[in-house]
């Protein structure tokens, strides 16, 4: 099993930039694929950005193409989102998501181990 834990979210102006992190623990070597995901108010999760184990591959969704940036630190076992340009639509809550494997995949179901997820506020 592989426990995920997000922080960093937080309520902020349009044009502001949040850096989210994901810490995983427990069976870590399963966390191979890693992956954010988003659930706006009244809408369903859906992908945003995916990197591979090396860090080589990432996969954005076009909406976050240029302003959001996926990297991880291996030796920390921690995913980042760096968010910069944030817009209102960017509203939703966020979710850490991991797989084993090496393709980067987009859809929900496809990955095993969910965070809890942290609240992503921008104001207009």
């Known amino acids: 099993q592989v426990q995920l834990v997000e922080s960093g979210g937080g309520l902020v102006q349009a044009g502001a930039s949040l850096r989210l992190s994901c810490t995983a623990s427990?069976?870590?070597?399963?966390?191979?694929?890693m992956g954010w995901f988003r659930q706006p108010p009244g809408k369903e999760r859906e992908f945003v950005a995916a990197i591979s184990w090396s860090g080589v591959s990432t996969y954005y969704t076009d909406s976050v193409k240029g302003r959001f940036t996926i990297s991880r630190d291996n030796a920390k076992n921690t995913v980042y989102l760096q968010m910069n340009s944030l817009k209102p639509e960017d509203t939703a809550v966020y979710y850490c998501?991991?797989?084993?494997?090496?393709?980067?995949?987009?859809?929900?179901?496809?990955?095993?181990?969910w965070g809890q997820g942290t609240q992503v506020t921008v104001s207009s």
């Open positions: 427990g069976r870590t070597s399963s966390a191979e694929v």
């Open positions: 998501a991991a797989r084993s494997g090496r393709l980067l995949y987009t859809r929900v179901n496809l990955y095993s181990y």
